[in-house]
């Protein structure tokens, strides 16, 4: 099989290094990360050797660094500070009571996605897993998601992560907020953690780092947020993560990158600035992930991302190990996306491109000149309805301008509102995040900048001043509440202007098992009500493309399972005091049985 050619090719640089070059001695050898932490003490104080998840054979067998077996602490560790630890640093944003952002759901429950479709295609799949302890992820990846309070995997974990343990490449749909981050990161942790090959190669007196894992994202917050996810699964692994992005000054991303870098998280812009300045090399990546796949696809990133994968040194499919990710998949991305990978997986967990059951869906019929009072009558409602608390609320709009106009509308008005969008600089970005997280400023108004991936606790409504132009973007947009298992809520105003989506958006609501107001079904009736062209219509059936291309086609199908039953589950919820809401039935499954 190809695959052991990257091992081979990578042994073989390797050797040659060796080689063609006596050791250095101001150069530290090459630490893998499983040796890393051998002598550094745990976050209790133990000094306890962590396992790299691979079993005593394999470490057996496996080439060691000079340092290997003698357990003392790697030269290159010495005189760094400790690493700090994420779980702590990850607690400073927990500023308010959860009591006081509460959105009014019980907590994480991942039983409300137990009884989900699931279906996977392709050929030899994996079969799904039930517990992480069912995956050989290694001791110290364990101990990290049980810091992260993981007591089992959700659905789309439980079908990817084994399929990705396995090596194969894999695209895979699944809801918003159903834990896609993680089903991505732990597989390339464990590998990473496995792996033991060197990643520097000096050129002419600059150090040009070479990560195993490559990570793009493509915004810089959601980078930033991966990163911060990766740096919490890989705690005390050994394992370093470097994120880089735009807006940020390049030096000190640079700096990051020279202390070591195995796994790199980066906006797409920010990668081929550090590739072309000859900071980074792709030609070690054996795991690439893409997050919000299908919008780096998309027109707007193609050509920076097929540059990325096929004009720069990254290893081909089937060499690499690659990973799509998103909630939505449309036809048209899916044929594209299939040139980055190799006899590839497709998983849909629940509908493909459907929101959540989760999120109670509301649909308000507003005249464009009518918005703003309606804004101010729904705040004030909901605020009169927690005591004069307001739920952290996110606003969307179409336009920057747009966005900056009804922060200071909203502010005059009373309500402490902040706003981010591409126009601001990356300080002002992170510090309107900050101030919404903490609830600081409990509404913030935002464009599709934080659309997708924002992984924000506590946010209980979502409002689409403004309706986009695509469905897909409804999904994500609605995706910033009624994560984790959590309920939340979003309400839409729709006016005139929105009739090209009416039939996707009612389509999409009766899916999600949500009253669709008559007056949208009527518009959704009209000949211009738009549809969805971009997407698979139909209940879960969401699918892979390789399905419709003709027998003689390019692609023989292999296998398929899919997994479906009925049963029903309550469901509906209503923001505190806000809507009310019934239980209702829907058609799901689980993939178990
Ligand atoms: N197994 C698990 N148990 C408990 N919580 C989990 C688990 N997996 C993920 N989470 C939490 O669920 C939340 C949502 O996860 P994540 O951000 O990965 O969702 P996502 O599917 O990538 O969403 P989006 O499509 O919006 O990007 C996060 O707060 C994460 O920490």
Known sequence: MQRTSWADSVAEAAAAETLAAPPRRTRPSYVPPHLR?????????????????????????????RDAGRFVRPRRERGRPQEPNPFQVADKFSELSVSDLDNGSTGINFDAYDDIPVETSGSDVPPPVRTFAEIDLGDALNQNIRRCKYVKPTPVQRHAI???????????????????TAAFCFPIISGVMKASTPQRISTRGSRLVCPLGLILSPTRELSCQIHEEV???SYQTGVKVVVAYGGAPIHQQVRDLEKGVDILVATPGRLVDLVERARVSLQMI???????????????????????????????????????????????????ASDFLSNYIFLAVGRVGSSTDLIHQKVEFVQEVDKRSHLMDVLHYQSANRNGKQALTLVFVETKRGADMLENWLEKNG?????????????????????????????????????????????????????PKDIDDYVHRIGRTGRAGKAGLATAFFSEENQNLAKALAELM?????????????????????????????????RDYRRDVPRGGNYQYMDSHSYSHHTSYGGGYAAPGFYPTDGYESIVATGWD
Request: contains cysteine.
């Open 510 to 542: 009766q899916e999600a098992n949500q009253e669709v107001p008559l007056w949208l079904s009527q518009y959704a009736e009209r000949p211009y009500s738009g549809g969805r062209n971009r997407r698979f219509g139909g209940k879960f059936g969401g």
């Open 415 to 467: 309500f402490p509102t902040t706003v981010i969008h591409g126009d601001k600089t990356q300080p002002e970005r992170e510090q309107a995040l900050r101030s919404f997280k903490t609830g600081a400023t409990p509404i913030m108004v935002a464009t599709d900048v934080a659309a997708r991936g924002l992984d924000i606790p506590h946010v209980g409504h979502v409002i689409n001043f403004d309706l």
């Open 286 to 336: 054996k795991y690439l992930a893409l997050d919000e796949a299908d919008r780096m696809l998309d027109m707007g990133f193609e050509p920076q991302i097929r540059k990325i994968v096929e004009q720069m040194d990254m290893p081909k499919p089937g060499i690499r190990q690659t990973m799509l990710f998103s909630a939505t998949f449309p036809a048209e991305i899916q044929r594209l």
């Open 162 to 180: 084994p399929i990705s343990m396995a090596g194969r490449d894999l695209m895979a749909c699944a809801q918003t907020g159903s834990g896609k």
């Open 231 to 233: 740096k919490k699964f």
């Open 37 to 65: 932490m051998r002598n550094l003490p745990s976050d209790h104080g133990n000094a306890t050797p962590v396992s790299n998840g691979a079993s005593p054979a394999a470490n057996a067998s496996r080439p060691r660094s």
